[in-house]
T-cell receptor
Framework: SQTIHQWPATLVQPVGSPLSLECTVE??????LYWYRQAAGRGLQLLFY??????ISSEVPQNLSASRPQDRQFILSSKKLLLSDSGFYLC???????????FGEGSWLTVV | GNSVTQMEGPVTLSEEAFLTINCTYT??????LFWYVQYPGEGLQLLLK?????DKGSNKGFEATYRKETTSFHLEKGSVQVSDSAVYFC???????????FGKGTTLSVSS
């Protein structure tokens, strides 16, 4: 069966520091991959999605970036965090032709 | 563009009460519709889905029917439990390979 894991689960970072959140999917090939953010009191915002290695689409311009160095690995990064980057970050995947998206456990980021 | 509108929360119910969370959508074509649930501190779990008009998704006593004529996908449960306390998200996806579009979420609190 397919599984998705992301880490770290919790992160407290100072303003201006870098960020790296990692996500991997097991048990499938060629998945579509997504990063969402859930800020306090707000809904879910799509940040990036990827349909293949090196193919990244950005939905919201910001100081975050994403990379897909391997088929089942998706990384969310920032060179310098802002206070407004605090939130709950969710990685997700779907099969290339499937209509259901499955989410990871989430990563809590607090920028102080 | 596509969008999802959910009823504002929080919804507060006593155990064994009937639950309805309203969800309406705007989309071109024939999207797939989903309900996700987020328990405190966790990621999103798929609760149920429907892929075409008049389909009924069901899981764990929850049901929702895809109503194209009213562009709705209301979530219902006949008898809620304390363990159902969570945030519920309605979402649509207009075709495979695209990202989910979420409503803002409805917080459900069930007391014994």
């Amino acid at each position: 069966s397919q599984t998705i894991h992301q880490w770290p689960a919790t992160l407290v970072q100072p303003v201006g520091s870098p960020l790296s959140l990692e996500c991997t999917v097991e048990g499938t090939s060629n998945p579509n991959l997504y990063w969402y953010r859930q800020a306090a009191g707000r809904g879910l915002q799509l940040l990036f999605y990827s349909v293949g290695i090196g193919q990244i689409s950005s939905e919201v311009p910001q100081n975050l970036s994403a990379s897909r160095p391997q088929d089942r690995q998706f990384i969310l990064s920032s060179k310098k965090l802002l206070l407004s980057d605090s939130g709950f970050y969710l990685c997700a995947w779907s099969a290339r032709s499937g209509n259901t998206i499955y989410f990871g456990e989430g990563s809590w980021l607090t920028v102080v | 563009g596509n969008s999802v509108t959910q009823m504002e929360g929080p919804v507060t119910l006593s155990e064994e009460a009937f639950l309805t969370i309203n969800c309406t959508y705007t989309a071109t074509g024939y999207p797939s519709l989903f309900w996700y649930v987020q328990y405190p501190g966790e990621g999103l779990q798929l609760l149920l889905k429907a892929t075409k008009a008049d389909d009924k998704g069901s899981n764990k006593g929850f049901e929702a029917t895809y109503r194209k004529e009213t562009t709705s996908f209301h979530l219902e449960k006949g008898s809620v439990q304390v363990s159902d306390s969570a945030v519920y998200f309605c979402a649509l996806r207009d075709r495979a390979g695209t990202a989910l579009i979420f409503g803002k979420g409805t917080t459900l609190s069930v007391s014994s």
